[in-house]
């Protein structure tokens, strides 16, 4: 039969991120042994004290946490360089059967341009371009007959580009989103293929994004 303390770390393993906010203090020992409470009784079917519970999460070694963040920040902030790029714009269309034929005559006519910022981010419902804000004028032709749901402009990106091993470690973006949250920089999007990462933001937060990025790298 399970003991409170295995049962206890059982739970909390689940949610790795719960150990890291508990190892930082940034959790209240109290409220989150009164939030387990019913899920611990449940495990070990019996009636258990909260302060039982308090004492097992005060005993649970700190090594995972220190693990999971040592493997984040070696794959996500050592892994290569940061690419900065400003004067961007955001169009979000809805899908439409006339969408992709438009999206291919726009990729169609920047051709092998790699001067400009070009990035479609495809969902179910609507479509995402964000794009260099001196290209905007073919985004206002080409798509002129579509449904707009939402546009910006004044932003600027920052990518990151991750090593093959992040796919094999979980927590990557959170580790970078997190910071940004904290710091309230409000991310316009978060674009990502395998092997990358950009951040979308407000031209007025990329300094101190970038500053919060570099930071990480080197501390």
Not at 11 to 21: G, L, R, S
Not at 101 to 119: A, Q, R, S, Y
Not at 208 to 214: H, K
Request: with cysteine; hydrophobic share 40%.
């Amino acid at each position: 039969m399970k003991t409170i303390q295995q049962a206890v770390t059982a739970i909390i393993n689940k949610t790795p991120f719960i150990e890291e906010a508990l190892y930082d203090k940034l959790i209240n020992v109290s409220s989150l042994a009164r939030v387990i409470k019913p899920e611990v009784e449940k495990m070990l079917k019996k009636e258990i004290k909260e302060g039982a519970i308090m004492m097992a999460i005060n005993r649970i070694s700190p090594s995972s946490v220190l693990k999971i963040r040592k493997n984040i920040k070696k794959i996500a902030l050592t892994s290569g360089d940061f690419i900065m790029r400003s004067d961007l714009c955001d169009y979000t269309f809805k899908n439409t059967s006339t969408l992709v034929p438009k999206i291919i005559k726009l990729l169609k006519d920047l051709g092998n341009d790699n001067d400009n910022f070009f990035t479609i981010s495809q969902g179910v419902f609507e479509t995402s371009i964000v794009l260099s804000k001196k290209i905007e004028s073919k985004i206002e032709r080409i798509f002129k007959e579509e449904k707009v749901l939402w546009s910006t402009t004044n932003l600027a990106s920052l990518t990151i580009k991750l090593p093959k091993s992040n796919i094999e470690q979980s927590g990557v973006y959170y580790f970078i989103l997190k910071q940004l949250a904290w710091a309230n920089i409000s991310v316009q999007e978060v674009i990502s293929t395998t092997h990358e990462i950009t951040i979308v933001v407000k031209e007025i937060d990329i300094k101190q994004t970038f500053s919060i990025l570099m930071d990480m790298k080197l501390s």
